[in-house]
């Protein structure tokens, strides 16, 4: 998939949540990572080992491509307000800043 995780996971979380939210897609990239490293070396092992992980590689490829183009918004010259609202497809870009001004002010006040 290339560096389309890492494309989308910079542009499409609000601010208040941008760390965390990264932090926890990272996690979960290393870790997939890894239980696909684990998994492949004992399934090339065998010929129907070999022939499943590519065939599962190449429908995890389509499946992504297919999600990429036609789920993922445009992104090019777009503010984090107007990303979210095409996401949301609810809120007006003034009322994504105000639920973030609202969560703010809420976080203080605890």
Known sequence: MSSTPWAINAEIYPLH????????????????????ATVFLLALQTDTGKVVSFLVLALVAMVAWVFVYFLVPETANKNIDEILN???????????????QDTKHEETRE
Do not use: H, M, R
């Not at 949540?17 to 696909?36: E, P, Y």
């Not at 095409?86 to 105000?98: F, H, M, N, R, S």
């Open 17 to 36: 949540v941008i760390g965390t939210a990264n932090s926890l897609s990272t996690t979960t990239n290393w870790t997939a990572n890894f239980v696909v």
């Open 86 to 100: 095409d996401i949301l497809g609810k809120k007006e870009p003034e009322q994504v800043v105000q639920t973030y």
